[in-house]
Structure formats: C-alpha cells, structure tokens
C-alpha cells in the first residue's frame, strides 16, 4: 500500500479525490485536510475532514468526521469484508442491495428536506473547481 485516495462526490455529478501517500505501515492510517470540494448547500468549505482507516485485510472500516471551528459537523463510516472480484460475487452483490443508490440518493435529499424545513441556511455552490485532485 502506498497511497490512499478519498473520493468525495456530490448530487451534481461532481468529484474531488483527495490523495494522501502512505509513509509507515500501521494498523490504523490517519489522514485529515482541509475541505476543497462543495458537497452540501447545508455546508461550507470552512471546515475539514478527518479520515481513519483500518489497514485493508479480510475487512475494511472507514471512518469520516468533518469538523469545523465549532465541533463536529458529519460522521460517516463504511465497513466490508474482502472477497474476490468474480462475476458470480458481483451479481449476488447486485442481488443482495438491489436499489442501494436509489435509497442513498433518496435519504439524503429527505435529510436536505428536513433540514430546510427546519429553517437551516443554504450555502451557495461557488464556481466548479478546476482541479479535481489534490495530493497532500
């Protein structure tokens, strides 16, 4: 392992890739840097991610905060195990989350609902940014 790239996407179709190079082989990497990509319009660019990872094995566990001045703003995690890249493993995948993106893409825009139900601001989206990738 030598790199680590975190992809960020968001419900307009873009993505920015943060990509952090692996130095030592621990157990857990911790990587953080600040927020270049509009994700939300419930959120700034004033703020940064925290990133933690378990060395990738039979499992993998991500885990994602983004904090601000004020504290924490969003945890996310993501946890799966290792299995072979087959067709067979594929389909079952397919067969066992059939509309995984219809349910993520529908949770976050009833999030984005309630949330301006509750008189939340939004945040403008700024110009596209040029660069996609950025290597800390």
């Not at 139900?117 to 040029?130: A, E, Q, R, S, T």
Request: proline fraction near 2%.
């Amino acid at each position: 392992l030598i790199a680590i790239l975190y992809e960020v996407k968001n419900t307009f179709g873009e993505q920015h890739t943060y990509v952090f190079q692996i130095n030592s082989y621990q157990n857990i990497i911790e990587n953080n840097c600040i927020k270049k990509f509009f994700v939300s319009p419930f959120m700034d660019l004033k703020s940064e991610y925290f990133f933690k990872i378990l060395i990738p094995g039979n499992k993998l566990s991500i885990v994602i905060d983004q904090r601000d001045s004020e504290g924490k703003l969003l945890f996310a995690s993501q946890d799966g195990k290792r299995c072979e890249l087959t067709s067979k493993n594929l389909l079952f995948s397919y067969l066992k989350h059939p509309l995984m993106t219809f349910k993520i893409i529908s949770a976050i825009h009833f999030e984005a609902l309630r949330l301006w139900l509750k008189g939340i601001k939004l945040v403008k989206k700024k110009i596209k940014i040029k660069n996609n990738i950025t290597i800390e």
